[in-house]
């Protein structure tokens, strides 16, 4: 069964990223006295997907377990997603000459030398491959997680089975001895039977060997 929750999420991502996608295309047409204030929307709008995607992670985890991994792979395209629309906003910045977060200096110069953009572009091609591999170090240990949890389930389950087993060989046990019981009592009556019959045919002789005897003599 679906996720509705993370249905409900993954619309806000498509419109705010598409909105992120739309300013960033318009960066380089915005006045230098309205591109700061600008700048800080757009970073806002890349927090709100970046905790978009923290609402998904806790979602993902709270949906049911058959479809938990194909819930994280989801998530896992929207973060990369995010990463592109971060790159592409450090590109427009470096482009338009605006400092990438720290180098307040930067947006007050009308010009930046091509060396120091791409040192820039260098450092966000850094960070950003930095968080794609603590992105792929976190979706392996959350694939992993699934496999432990599928395991534990499958023994669970395995266990129950054998708890299964075990008692019904405990009371197919019992049921043989209540058998053997019943048999060894059927044996006893049956001897006792044959006894009193061959009791009643030794005093039926011996009533018969009397009846002739008298006859005779």
């Given at each position: 069964m679906e996720n509705k929750l993370l249905a409900d999420y993954e619309q806000q991502f498509g419109v705010t990223s598409a909105e992120i996608t739309s300013k960033i295309s318009r960066l380089g047409h915005i006045v230098c006295n309205d591109r700061n204030d600008y700048?800080?929307?757009?970073?806002?709008?890349?927090?709100e997907v970046h905790d978009l995607l923290e609402q998904m992670d806790l979602s993902v985890k709270e949906s049911d377990v058959s479809i938990r991994a194909k819930l994280h792979i989801r998530v896992a395209s929207y973060r990369a997603e995010l990463h592109r629309l971060a790159k592409e906003f450090a590109r427009a910045k470096c482009t338009v000459n605006i400092n990438l977060e720290d180098?307040?200096?930067f947006a007050?110069?009308?010009d930046v030398t091509s060396e120091q953009k791409q040192r820039l572009l260098y450092t966000s091609e850094?960070?950003?491959q930095s968080e794609i591999q603590l992105d792929?170090?976190?979706?392996?240990?959350?694939e992993t997680e699934e496999i432990g949890s599928q395991i534990l389930t499958?023994?669970?389950?395995?266990?129950e089975t054998m708890q299964n087993s075990f008692n019904r060989l405990r009371d197919a046990n019992?049921?043989?001895?209540?058998?053997?019981?019943?048999?060894?009592?059927?044996?006893?009556?049956?001897?006792?039977?044959?006894?009193?019959l061959a009791s009643v045919m030794a005093a039926f002789c011996f009533f018969l060997v009397f009846v002739f005897y008298r006859s005779f003599f």
């Amino acid at each position: 069964m679906e996720n509705k929750l993370l249905a409900d999420y993954e619309q806000q991502f498509g419109v705010t990223s598409a909105e992120i996608t739309s300013k960033i295309s318009r960066l380089g047409h915005i006045v230098c006295n309205d591109r700061n204030d600008y700048i800080k929307e757009i970073e806002r709008n890349l927090d709100e997907v970046h905790d978009l995607l923290e609402q998904m992670d806790l979602s993902v985890k709270e949906s049911d377990v058959s479809i938990r991994a194909k819930l994280h792979i989801r998530v896992a395209s929207y973060r990369a997603e995010l990463h592109r629309l971060a790159k592409e906003f450090a590109r427009a910045k470096c482009t338009v000459n605006i400092n990438l977060e720290d180098d307040n200096h930067f947006a007050e110069s009308e010009d930046v030398t091509s060396e120091q953009k791409q040192r820039l572009l260098y450092t966000s091609e850094r960070l950003n491959q930095s968080e794609i591999q603590l992105d792929n170090t976190y979706r392996i240990a959350v694939e992993t997680e699934e496999i432990g949890s599928q395991i534990l389930t499958d023994l669970n389950r395995q266990r129950e089975t054998m708890q299964n087993s075990f008692n019904r060989l405990r009371d197919a046990n019992a049921d043989l001895g209540r058998s053997t019981r019943m048999i060894n009592a059927i044996i006893v009556r049956s001897r006792q039977h044959k006894i009193i019959l061959a009791s009643v045919m030794a005093a039926f002789c011996f009533f018969l060997v009397f009846v002739f005897y008298r006859s005779f003599f």
